[in-house]
């Protein structure tokens, strides 16, 4: 009996060592002169998103709107302090002016640089200087120069996904899809014929292997995969010492493998091809330099996301075979997820705005004449204005990427020159909520309207730049904006050029947002149908 007693006291006694180490953890913003959510007990703030009794854009922007006034909002990601930056003037000196204070993103996977971890390795999760060293070395691979040399890769497979979708007319097949698993797989043949060198098609071919491969890499969505990345997030230390990783090794020894054999054989056979594979060879060869004639220009539109000196500075690192096919794993997993979900989004505004919608094939049209039977190229796509204002739009309404974080490496005094002084201490988190910013009525009136007029050229200079960051800001920003870019305004191309974009009976109007944890998607998908222009009778698109 005597050591039952001693037992119950010695495990009560580590529970309430628990819940106090806890407790103190809830009380870090009580020294801040900043407001502070209520927490949860372990979950902190999100509560709501893990049980699924708010969407993700719900969740953030509630905690982003609870203090309107304040140009910081204290929260906790369970036990972890973070700060929400609700101020654009704040989000600009943070991520631009100050951005030595918050050079690096968050770690969230049980990776690190030191291994053979394809993420690990990647040019998102680096760090510090090994990070400086590897935008340096990539960014020449992303300027206008190198997208007009990638741009018949991209247009290719726009104009397969036209082929599939005209010789589905014609076969009498009724033609409604839903769009972000119809725009997955045409995402996933970009990215495997721009960084991975070969060549699928994956609407015809549904289960070719890449596509197949691919898709359980990025499935977000499973228990497995939810309960993985949550371990991570509330006790990394605990999943570290368990080994758990959240992308499966076979996956990524697949990739690394394609991607190698490929590297071979260009090697043996004397193979160029324009592509990240031949850019990632010449990395190798210290043959890939910025280009004397390259302009600091938003050449891919407004919403391109500019190089900063960082990417420009020059180093003597040499980079090994794993660090190299790292960055092309990492342009897989940013092209086949947020792409696919920049076109769903996309199509579902024109979908429910027809007007806008038949605006933008009145462009696409004056462009083909325009071209007298020429194929289209890198130029004359850029200078399609209206095009440019849908897509910045549809960034500006739903950022595939809804909040851009960083982590504090060395202890920063914020002072806002009018009394508030506090300091973030080094390891500590912020994020730049884009998607509660972007659709936050001070800066955009009337948001949750669609309208690309907000991005006409006289409307351009009422927009701060701090409050439109769906590539993130500063050295830190999307490397590949340019690429999504260009992507995302060819498919749009092909698309309306021979079809009519509709919402049918399993359209959601308004749409609705899935409830989940850590991407933002459709709670039914997006379902629109196509008709074919040159079958509409009595009918007159303008």
């Not at 806890?22 to 209520?38: D, M, R, T, V």
């Not at 890769?153 to 014609?170: D, G, K, S």
């Amino acid at each position: 009996m005597q050591i039952d007693l001693i037992t119950v006291a010695a495990i009560g006694a580590i529970i309430l060592l628990v819940v106090h180490y806890i407790s103190k953890k809830y009380q870090y913003f009580l020294s801040k002169p900043i407001p502070c959510l209520k927490p949860t007990f372990f979950f902190g703030n999100n509560a709501p998103l893990l049980f699924r009794k708010l969407d993700m854009v719900t969740h953030i922007n509630r905690m982003y709107r609870t203090f309107p006034d304040s140009k910081f909002v204290g929260f906790y990601d369970f036990m972890k302090p973070t700060y929400m930056l609700r101020d654009p003037a704040v989000i600009k000196q943070i991520g631009v002016k100050d951005f030595d204070y918050f050079t690096d993103h968050t770690a969230i996977f049980n990776t690190s640089e030191d291994d053979d971890s394809l993420f690990g390795n990647s040019l998102f999760a680096l760090r510090g200087q090994k990070w400086r060293d590897m935008r340096a070395t990539l960014s020449p691979a992303f300027t206008g120069s190198k997208m007009r040399h990638m741009f018949e890769l991209v247009a290719h497979c726009a104009q397969t996904m036209n082929e599939f979708f005209r010789a589905e007319t014609e076969a009498g097949k009724p033609l409604e899809y839903e769009m972000k698993e119809t725009f997955s797989r045409i995402g996933n043949d970009v990215i495997a014929t721009v960084a991975f060198g070969i060549q699928v098609d994956s609407l015809k071919e549904r289960e070719n292997e890449f596509y197949t491969k691919g898709k359980r890499l990025v499935d977000f969505q499973s228990v497995k995969a939810v309960t993985k990345f949550l371990m991570m997030r509330a006790t990394p230390g605990l999943a570290r010492k368990m080994g758990i990783e959240f992308i499966d090794s076979d996956l990524t020894n697949y990739f690394k493998r394609m991607i190698v054999d490929n590297m071979k054989q260009r090697e043996s056979h004397g193979i160029v091809r324009n592509d990240m594979i031949h850019i990632l060879m010449e990395v190798r060869k210290g043959a890939l330099k910025h280009s004397k004639d390259e302009h600091d220009q938003k050449d891919a539109g407004f919403a391109t996301a500019q190089e900063s000196t960082v990417g420009k500075a020059t180093h003597s690192r040499e980079w090994t075979e794993n660090e190299l096919v790292s960055q092309c794993f990492l342009f897989f997993l940013a092209g086949f997820e947020t792409v696919s979900t920049c076109m769903m989004f996309t199509t579902y505004e024109l979908a429910v705005n027809p007007d806008i919608q038949n605006r933008l094939y009145e462009e696409i049209k004056a462009t083909e004449q325009s071209l007298n039977n020429e194929p289209l190229n890198y130029e004359v796509l850029q200078k399609m204005t209206y095009m440019d204002k849908v897509v910045s739009e549809s960034l500006r309404r739903w950022p595939p990427a809804v909040v851009s974080d960083r982590i504090c490496v060395k202890d920063y005094r914020y002072d806002d020159g009018a009394g508030t002084v506090f300091t973030i201490e080094k390891g500590h988190s912020i994020w730049m909520p884009a998607i509660a910013i972007q659709n936050d009525p001070k800066y955009y009136p009337n948001p949750e309207k669609f309208d690309p007029e907000r991005f006409d050229q006289q409307n351009l200079s009422k927009i701060d730049t701090g409050t439109y960051i769906p590539f993130g800001i500063g050295p830190r920003n999307c490397i590949g904006s340019r690429l999504a870019l260009m992507e995302v305004k060819l498919m749009l191309y092909y698309l309306l050029k021979d079809f009519v974009m509709e919402p049918t009976e399993r359209t959601d109007i308004p749409l609705r947002i899935k409830k989940n944890a850590i991407t933002l998607q459709a709670e039914n998908g997006v379902w629109v149908k196509l008709r074919a222009r040159n079958e509409i009778n009595g009918e007159t698109i303008n």
